[in-house]
């Protein structure tokens, strides 16, 4: 299938029978062929209902902004949706941020130099100059902005300055600074974090040594959307891996950063491919 024909349609909205039937028919109507379909209801009576529908557009009678403005009007007023419409042929633009730990970096720029994330990674912004050599191998423009206490408002500022404009996705792959709100409230609900522990467990600075401390039987990594509240944004994915009293913090770290790399990886890509619906402080992710 070639994947700039595809459209990716994300649906929230209070449950009621004859949705699948409004939003499959109103495409069969317009030329498209749908070829994947996911939906979730949170409770069949009363509940929110959240699909997730893939279909082709090279047929497709209308332009693309009189599809968007017909939906609205037929079905999704009818139905009080919350939805939004993507489009696989408009590439999103990727920057991210890391400090000096490079697993879960060079795993992304890996993917995506084998084409598994389809995306631009437009830049790699550090507030360490350590990684600029590997970076640069893949073609990827580096930034070394180091962020200081005693400047830290300024530092940001030039961060977004650079972002301005040039970025759809903030990935945070080990990068050691916490945001301001103001950061965060640029960027809502598109920046992605990798968190070292298995969250709610072990939220703030170093999660291994606290699960070494408490003698835990197994470590995870968590993929989280960013927000104010440190490490408690809606959580994409997780993995764990099970340990004992033979683990050091050290071999605890080692297992670690295998987990986060995965789980960065997997969170990253279920995003570019519109997976994923942000419900409170929750995620559904209609995961391949």
């Not at 403005?69 to 941020?97: C, D, G, P, T």
């Not at 408002?153 to 945070?172: C, F, H, S, T, Y």
């Not at 080692?254 to 491919?273: M, T």
Request: aromatic residues 10%; negative net charge; glycine residues 6%.
């Amino acid at each position: 299938m070639d994947s700039d024909t595809t459209a990716r349609l994300l649906i929230t909205c209070p449950d009621r029978p004859g949705i699948v039937a409004a939003v499959s028919g109103f495409f069969y109507s317009h030329g498209s062929n749908i070829t994947a379909l996911d939906q979730h209801s949170t409770d069949p009576l009363g509940g929110d209902f959240f699909m997730r529908l893939e279909f082709q557009t090279p047929y497709l009678d209308l332009s693309k902004p009189a599809l968007e403005k017909a939906f609205e009007e037929v079905v999704a007023s009818r139905f009080h949706m919350n939805w939004r419409i993507s489009y696989a042929s408009q590439i999103k633009r990727v920057a991210i941020l890391v400090s000096k730990y490079d697993h879960a970096l060079m795993e992304l720029l890996w993917r995506w130099k084998q084409g598994q994330l389809r995306c631009e990674i437009g830049m790699v912004i550090s507030n360490h100059p350590d990684l600029q050599e590997a970076v640069e191998s893949f073609g990827i423009p580096y930034h070394h902005v180091a962020v200081r206490a005693e400047s830290k408002e300024e530092d940001e500022r030039r961060i977004l300055e650079l972002l301005e404009g040039k970025a759809d996705l903030i990935v945070l792959a080990r990068y050691m600074q916490i945001l301001t709100p103001q950061f965060i409230a640029r960027y809502p609900n598109v920046i992605i974090n990798i968190h070292h522990s298995f969250l709610p467990a072990f939220a703030g600075a170093d999660p291994y040594r606290q699960a070494y401390e408490r003698g835990v039987k197994l470590i995870g990594a968590t993929a989280h959307y960013v927000t104010e509240e440190l490490d408690a944004g809606p959580i994409i994915e997780q993995d764990v891996a099970r340990v004992s009293h033979r683990h050091s913090v050290h071999d605890l770290k080692e297992i670690g950063r295998d987990l986060e790399r995965k789980v960065l990886a997997r969170a990253v890509q279920w995003h570019l491919e519109d997976r994923t619906i942000i419900y409170g402080n929750k995620t559904i992710v209609f995961a391949p």
